[in-house]
């Protein structure tokens, strides 16, 4: 299953649309609606986190990665670690849109005897290069891949994926503080900073409204990056231009300095659909049939195909 | 049918309102293991402290040293294994008044698979010294375990499930420490079970007797400590003894029985049923409990095939005691 | 006398001579489990990753996507406690090459007392799945094992003492996986045991000899994938069973070799010896062996008392086997 | 046993001879000479991490906690967390020194039966407020007890002392990062940073000359703890002037900010005794008869009894 996209939604910026004539835009909206329309169909599934990264990782995965799709083990492949692994149904969608399998077997996502497990299974899906979902895991993963590259000669990259809510977790920064002792600069690290986690701390008096301050309020990540000696780069992960650069930026670290590179990428949870954006109360949820229709309005995917997408 | 999260969320709300030194501390799943209630009634002695499990424990043990008593909630398997040494060091070996509510435990925590399935809690935390380790039936027993252990002073592990099962014990029901608890007294092969996995075996002992074989149950709600006494009196006279747990066959109750019986060479044989020493995966209740051989129907034909293969033995060697073996 | 940490320091830099995928990941403890030779030998090789156990798992994964085949090193307690969820999710769950040697197990660490010791190492990685567990005997052991698990596919646990032991293996020993080596054949009383306890259990069993009792000693190398058959074979004949281990009594050995019984009833009677599910302490190693019962001394002061009691019991009863019990 | 000293050494500053007449130079001395010879008849323990954090312990128990020998358990005294269980010897020096139990008791150290474990236990040492022994568990602990105090409406302050390698530990940035959440300003850590640990990294090119690199050398410590939102104060810890300026800076902290301080003491692993300063090799040890010599004459402690140290 080759990419082959038929241009629909103007680019709004070049990057966007490239030379494999993929408009990532359009991508990015059926991503959107898989997640949601799959994980209402499966009855069990994280919704918001998957919906943060998903520009993010249509823009990995479309336009940035050494990958090929028809050689999943491929030595030197990039790899892709998603540390925040309750968001696999997001990473599922851009594989099945990619044409890592078919975009139909989505329909089994959390069902038994599935290749799509809750969580990515390294073992079952092509693609997935890590298997996750206890948090705070995959940096250290990613440290172990990008040094045995350097260890064998191998030019390939590692990127790993993040919560912003995961970063609470301890060996996570065993990990960042490996990373730069370790010099691997060939490491790339985004944050999917989109200020919500599961549950989180209320915004104001500790009563609950289903409102929720930003897990890192009283932090400074780019400036604990940085302490630990990374370079940081901090963009608007929902814009394609920006991410592209952050990516430009991240390559050039590879090559040019000896320090790893996080991109701290702001997000909104649960982004592109109206009832799921900016709330906590849908890091996992099940819609509606009527949740449905409002979101495949929303994501104009009426009259679209998904063969039509990539 | 009540979910136990529930129960132990609304009991630990209600002892709150009475008992100031109950504290509860989070691991940002609060409105999934119904931690939330409390949240809300008592925001001044709610702590969240994130997705950090280990900093919850040394959290939790700070505060009990100051008369507190915490409650932790976090799925169970992130405090057996991700918080196991702050667990170890903290509150094993120091008897810190901790209370760990392993949410989510087993098999069934909503298709998350098996990166979020604990089937080796009870082994793990049966292992280690000074721990209570408790597993309630059903709703009934949830509520009941959940003041016992708010009560108890010292470490106290409960295990808890995410999802409903058939009451099996009255409403009036007394947990007492250790005890063996007989949920069908009838017959010489006796189902030994703990947890909501009892739950099912009773539904398994009901299917077994349309098809003719009278089966007692036991349930364990205490893995640790066991009392002796008690669970050598509800086996007594049994042929066959069969342990079944929604948890690996190695080290958990199957192991606790197997331990206990070893001191008594003419005891019946035992056979294990649970996680056949194998991860799982993702998927509906249903399909887990049919696959990994939990469902009532799976239990009661693991049931028959293991009685039909003893009488076989019986009949072969012509005694009580089976022939092959190790003599 | 070699001891143990030595052998280990000292094959596996023997093995990266060879071997260019072996990989060494450093705790900050190099020093102490003589990871330190590797690091000499292979600077290239050999990762420190500081004192970050779970982050040494993780990394040690990662290497072994590439192909390398990772050693980890750090004391067993930090390696079975402090990174269990990493060792659950990354390692076992996906079968990966992970070679985890958990250095100072045991009672003896040199004094550091009950923050380091590990005495549940048996139970939480035995019940593991895809986990193969390892306790060597002595230092001939010790090597054929880390040779064996240097070449293994998928993830092993050997269990690794810091101080040395008497030998009771011969030099030209080989290592059979999950295989019963019978060190002491005599008697009907038969002695169970695992690691460096082994060689005080042999001890224990000249001990017995001088005073006219003949023990059998069985050592089980391979606490998983135990070999049933090897294992029974072994057991033969036996009247009474004892397990002995530098571990807790629950869930360990005494627990594996109960479970396996347990499927057959006319099996001896079982008594477990070993940590009595208690914390222990600093102290010089013959105190520790000493005062929580595993020197070769108070293992045969058990065994006696054991056999005397199991000799009351069966003559009181005229029978082969108990009465007490629970027919 | 109470203080009861003589002032035999002339106090190099002000602070350390203070309104009971103890001379810390001299305890200092004394609890030096404890943690090398109470090691060398044991025939086990640590050596380079008590001996760095030596003068920062005797200035928090002599001068700075409100704390009473007499009382080990009274609910409104200062706690202190040995996070870095190792350095024990260390701590029950100068706790008998100050009265906790009989310096002879030290004699017991290490041994079966005693209550001087080879890491602290609360349950059996008086003056042990916390467990410790497993590294990086310390913080958390003293987080939990702060914050407790706190609700308990208690005025008491809580100390915590750290090791450089320690850090390495990711649940010591769990605790770090609920420390600011919480805003406990009551909150005080001491980082030993003696820029060693047990092993580490080699020095230069990978050979092991026992030479060995500042673990942190790639970090920015006071920017990450910064970023953290920590108030962060960095002396030399050998000095007891900037010790207690860095105590009553941090003291003005716990009353007039909301951020828990962190002390990043600059200090020497094994100072005080030529053969064991600025080595890793003495992380742990046993002195020879000879070696133990060299260290009385060098710590002058020939002719003084314990009973004047303090
Ligand atoms: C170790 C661990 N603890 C808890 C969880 C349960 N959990 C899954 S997602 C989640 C919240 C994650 O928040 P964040 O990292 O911010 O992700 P996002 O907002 O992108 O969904 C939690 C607590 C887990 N999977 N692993
Ligand atoms: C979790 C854990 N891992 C490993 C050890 C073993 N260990 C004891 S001390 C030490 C080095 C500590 O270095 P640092 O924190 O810098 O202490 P200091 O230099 O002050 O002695 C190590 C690795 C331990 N006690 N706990
Ligand atoms: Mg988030
Ligand atoms: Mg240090």
């Given amino acids: ?310 | 049918m009540k979910a136990q999260r529930d129960v132990w969320g609304d009991t630990v709300a209600e002892i709150g309102l009475t008992d100031p030194s109950i504290v509860l501390v989070d691991g940002d799943l609060a409105n999934s293991t119904k931690a939330d209630r409390f949240a809300r009634e008592f925001p001044d002695r709610f702590i969240e402290v994130g997705i950090a499990e280990q900093n919850m424990v040394g959290i939790a043990f700070g505060l009990s040293t100051l008369g507190y008593r915490p409650w932790l909630s976090t799925f169970a398997v992130f405090l057996t294994h991700r918080a196991l040494d702050p667990i170890r060091m903290l509150v094993s070996q120091t008897g810190a008044n901790v209370r760990l509510a392993g949410a989510y435990s087993g098999l069934l925590n909503g298709s998350s698979g098996k990166t979020h399935q604990d089937v080796e809690d009870l082994a793990i935390m049966r292992a280690m010294p000074n721990m209570t380790v408790l597993a309630p039936a059903d709703e009934v027993e949830a509520a009941a375990v959940t003041r016992w252990a708010s009560d108890h002073e010292g470490p106290v592990y409960v295990r808890i499930a995410r999802d409903a099962v058939r009451q099996v014990l009255p409403h009036d029901y007394t947990f007492r420490l250790g005890e063996a608890v007989t949920l069908r007294a009838d017959g010489d092969i006796v189902l030994v079970s703990t947890g909501v996995q009892s739950s099912r075996v009773v539904e398994a002992a009901d299917l077994l007797a349309a098809a003719g074989i009278r089966a007692r149950v036991v349930h364990l709600p205490t893995i640790k400590p066991l009392n002796e006494a008690s669970l050598l009196d509800s086996l007594k006279g049994a042929s066959l003894l069969i342990t079944v747990e929604e948890h690996t066959v190695i080290g958990g109750l199957g192991g606790a029985v197997c331990e206990v019986l070893g001191n008594y060479p003419t005891s019946p044989r035992v056979v294990r049923l649970g996680l056949d020493d194998q991860w799982s995966e993702s998927g509906p209740d249903d399909f887990l409990l049919d696959k990994y051989g939990l469902s009532a129907q799976r239990v009661a034909e693991q049931v028959r095939s293991a009685v039909t293969t003893h009488e076989a033995a019986i009949a072969s060697s012509g005694a009580a005691t089976r022939e092959e073996g190790i003599r």
Same sequence: chains 1, 4.
């Fill in chain 1, 1 to 310: 299953m080759d990419i082959d996209v038929s241009l629909s939604d103007p680019p709004s910026d070049a990057r966007a649309s490239g030379a494999a004539g993929v408009d990532l835009h359009r991508i990015a909206r059926h991503v959107r609606w898989h997640i949601l329309n799959t994980v209402a169909q499966s009855k069990a599934g994280h919704i918001g986190g998957p919906l943060s990264m998903a520009d993010l990782v249509v823009a990995l995965y479309f336009r940035e990665l050494n990958i090929d799709p028809h050689r999943p083990d491929a030595p030197g492949r990039d790899r892709f670690v998603l540390s925040k692994g309750h968001s696999a149904i997001g990473l599922y969608s851009v594989l099945a849109l990619r044409g890592y399998f078919p975009v139909a077997e989505l329909a089994t996502f959390d069902h038994g005897d599935s290749r799509l497990q809750g969580h990515p299974d390294m073992r079952l899906t092509p693609g997935i290069d890590v298997s996750t979902g206890s948090l705070g895991q995959g940096l250290s993963a990613a440290v172990g891949i990008a040094l045995g590259a350097r260890m064998a000669g191998q030019a390939f990259r590692t990127w790993v994926m993040l919560g912003d809510g995961e970063l609470q977790e301890g060996m996570v920064w065993e990990a960042v503080n490996s990373a730069s002792r370790f010099e691997l600069s060939s490491l790339t690290a985004i944050v999917d900073v989109n200020g919500l986690q599961q549950f989180g701390w209320p915004a104001v008096d500790g009563r609950d409204r289903f409102d929720r301050s930003e897990p890192w309020a009283h932090v400074d990540l780019a400036a604990i990056f940085r302490g630990y000696g990374w370079n940081v780069i901090e963009i608007d992960g929902h814009d394609f231009a920006a991410i592209f650069a952050a990516f430009d930026e991240a390559g050039e670290n590879a090559r040019a300095t000896t320090r790893p590179t996080v991109i701290l990428a702001g997000t909104i949870k649960g982004q592109g659909i109206s009832f799921t954006r900016g709330t906590y109360t849908w890091h996992n949820g099940v819609a509606s049939e009527e949740q449905l229709a409002t979101a495949r309005a929303e994501l104009m995917i009426e009259g679209e195909t998904d063969e039509s997408a990539a």
